[in-house]
Each structure stands twice: as structure tokens, then as C-alpha cells.
């Protein structure tokens, strides 16, 4: 079973061209620990925990000219009848479901606008074992030239409800499953951001400090790309790694 009810965020884990410096980079950052997976067929792929419960992993790329990514998994009790509703709605099958060991059953989906996102059907792992506290993912957000779209696709493939949620000038809707907001989604802001970036889910960690988070990650030869601001749930700002891989930090208010 999953840690959190199926159309919910449950797990991210970074691809990227260099996971030795991944792993010197995001444990200074964050406080992690890492844990490599004993699967040889599994190429290194690593587990960061905090406090000794998991909260993301990162590996190889799927391909050699995959860009460094951080990716958003949905929690499903069953990813092939996801894959059906993605074709159906209008998306693209990017890797179709397949088995990860005895792990779970995961598979990676665009939507129309070319946002990629993956599903997690938990088998011997559930996922993240902690959420919302500093080290740990606290939130996922679709930015999208295309909100009307994406409403109705993500109504479709996962039963989320789109609510307008209050954010200043900027158009924000969060994203309902059941009883809870699981996510977000927002037009692009253009401040640091190039104006040709196709629709993406980005993943916030929380953090103590958003200041100070920034300037560590910086130290350490990664980017602000936006700096700390204040929103009504915290102070957030854009970071790339050293390797260009893009996440998002929250000071939660």
C-alpha cells in the first residue's frame, strides 16, 4: 500500500547524467542520507532518506540524451488502466507500465501540453515515507500555457477537480482528490524562466529557510533561478542543481 490514497503525489526521483555529484549535492542541501539500491540491473539508483525514512531517489537517465529532470509520481492502484485514460484524453504513453523488481509497477505519461509525469503502483515500496517537513517533497505544481486543458485532461486520467485557489494576481488552481488538494497548477511566470519552456510538473522540498536553503544551493554550484518571495503558503524559490535539474524549495508558513 501506498503512504497516501491513489491519485495522490507520491514519490519523485531525479535523472540525471551524474549521480556521484547528485549525491554530494542534494545530502548538503537537504540533509540527506543515501541508500543505493542492491539491484546491479538498477544502475546505481539511489534512495535519500531523512531521519532514516525515505523521501526521493535519483538514477541514471532513461535515455543518453534525457535532460537532468526531477519527476512527480502519482500514486495508482492500477498503471495500465492510467496508460488507457492518458491515450484516451489526449496524452502520450511515453514508457508503458512496467514492473521495477518486485518494487511496484510504474509508467511515464505527457499530457497535451507536454508536461511528463509518472505513476507508482506500489508493490514492496509505497513511496515517499515522509511528506511536509524540511528535507522531504511538500508539494507538486503543473505549470501550463494551457490550464483549460489540462483541466480537463487531469480530470479524466486521475478524477482531480480543479478549484481556483487565491494567489495575488497570478491564476492558481489546486488540484482535489476526495477530501484533499493534492496539487497545484499555474500559468508560467516568465521571471527567470525561458518564454519557449513547454509545460512541466515541478517539485517543491520543504525547507527551514528558504533564504538560506537558496544560498547554500548556490554554494554548492547549483542556480537561483527565481529567489525567495513570499506566497500565502510559505516563502518559495527556483533552484537548478550543478547538473541543471530543476526544483523548487517552500519555507512552509
Same mark, same amino acid.
Given at each position: 500500500m501506498s503512504t497516501v490514497p491513489p491519485g495522490t503525489p507520491c514519490w519523485t526521483d531525479l535523472a540525471t547524467p551524474d549521480l556521484a555529484d547528485a549525491k554530494r549535492f542534494y545530502p548538503e542541501l537537504f540533509?540527506?542520507?543515501?541508500? =543505493?539500491?542492491? %539491484?546491479?540491473?538498477?544502475?546505481?539508483?539511489?534512495?535519500? *532518506?531523512?531521519?532514516?525514512?525515505?523521501?526521493?531517489?535519483?538514477?541514471?537517465?532513461?535515455t543518453p540524451d534525457q535532460v537532468p529532470i526531477w519527476s512527480t509520481y502519482v500514486a495508482t492502484d492500477d498503471a495500465d488502466l492510467v496508460a488507457t485514460r492518458?491515450?484516451?484524453?489526449?496524452?502520450?504513453?511515453? /514508457?508503458? &507500465?512496467?514492473?521495477?523488481f518486485d518494487q511496484g509497477r510504474m509508467a511515464v505519461f505527457a499530457d497535451p501540453a507536454g508536461a511528463v509525469f509518472s505513476v507508482w503502483q506500489p508493490m514492496a515500496m509505497p513511496g515517499a515515507e515522509l511528506f511536509n517537513v524540511p528535507g522531504a517533497m511538500s508539494w507538486n505544481e503543473l505549470v501550463t500555457p494551457d490550464p483549460e486543458g489540462a483541466k480537463?485532461?487531469?480530470? *479524466?486520467?486521475? +478524477?482531480?477537480?480543479?478549484?481556483? %485557489?487565491p494567489?495575488?494576481? /497570478?491564476?492558481y488552481t489546486g488540484?482535489?482528490? +476526495?477530501?484533499?488538494? =493534492?496539487?497545484?497548477?499555474?500559468?508560467? *511566470?516568465?521571471?527567470?524562466f525561458p518564454a519557449d519552456l513547454p509545460a512541466y510538473w515541478s517539485v517543491y522540498f520543504a525547507v527551514a529557510d528558504s533564504d538560506a536553503t537558496a544560498a547554500r544551493a548556490a554554494e554548492l554550484g547549483g542556480t537561483i533561478?527565481?529567489? &525567495?518571495?513570499?506566497?500565502?503558503?510559505g516563502? =518559495?524559490?527556483? *533552484?537548478?542543481?550543478?547538473?541543471?535539474?530543476l526544483f523548487s524549495v517552500i519555507a512552509l508558513a
Open positions: 540533509g540527506w542520507t543515501g541508500r =543505493v539500491s542492491p %539491484q546491479p540491473e538498477a544502475g546505481g539508483y539511489t534512495f535519500f *532518506l531523512k531521519d532514516g525514512r525515505t523521501v526521493a531517489g535519483a538514477g541514471p537517465p532513461a492518458v491515450e484516451a484524453a489526449g496524452g502520450q504513453v511515453v /514508457v508503458s &507500465p512496467f514492473d521495477v480537463g485532461f487531469y480530470e *479524466l486520467v486521475f +478524477g482531480w477537480h480543479p478549484e481556483e %485557489q494567489m495575488g494576481p /497570478v491564476e488540484w482535489r482528490c +476526495g477530501a484533499q488538494i =493534492v496539487a497545484g497548477m499555474m500559468p508560467p *511566470l516568465g521571471d527567470g533561478l527565481v529567489p &525567495p518571495r513570499d506566497i500565502p503558503a516563502s =518559495v524559490a527556483a *533552484l537548478r542543481d550543478p547538473q541543471g535539474a
